[in-house]
C-alpha cells in the first residue's frame, strides 16, 4: 500500500502544481473557462489556483511528513468536490465531469490511505 500511496502522491502533486500554476498565472484557457462557463471572478480562479499548489506540495512534502499528505489530500478532495459540483450545476456533459470526479476519486482514495484510523 505504500508504493500506492507514494506514486498516488507524486502524481496527484505534479498534476496540481501544473494545474493550479496555470490558474494563478492567468493562462488564457484557464480564464475562460473561469469568467465564461463557470461565471467565477478572477479572484476565485486565482485563490483556487493558490490552493491547488498548497496542496500539491502537501502532497510531496507528504512523501517525508505523513501529515502534511493527509492534510492536502484532504484539501484536494474539497477542492475537487467543488469542481464537480461546479460542473453538475452547469449540466455539463459526463466528458464535462469525468476529469474531475476522477480526480476527487483519487484524492478520496490517497485521503482514505493516509487518514491515521485508516
Request: include cysteine; hydrophobic fraction near 65%; charge should be neutral.
Amino acid at each position: 500500500m505504500y508504493w500506492i500511496a507514494l506514486v498516488l502522491q507524486v502524481l496527484l502533486g505534479l498534476a496540481f502544481l501544473a494545474a493550479g500554476f496555470s490558474k494563478v498565472t492567468h493562462n488564457k484557457q484557464m480564464v475562460e473557462n473561469f469568467q465564461n462557463h463557470y461565471h467565477y471572478p478572477l479572484w476565485f480562479m486565482v485563490l483556487t489556483g493558490a490552493l491547488e499548489i498548497v496542496a500539491a506540495l502537501g502532497l510531496i512534502a507528504g512523501i517525508w511528513v505523513p501529515i502534511l499528505a493527509t492534510l492536502g489530500a484532504a484539501l484536494l478532495v474539497c477542492i475537487m468536490l467543488g469542481a464537480v459540483l461546479t460542473h453538475v450545476r452547469l449540466k455539463d456533459a459526463i466528458s464535462g465531469i469525468a476529469p474531475a470526479a476522477v480526480l476527487l476519486i483519487l484524492a478520496v482514495a490517497l485521503l482514505a490511505i493516509h487518514h491515521p484510523l485508516a
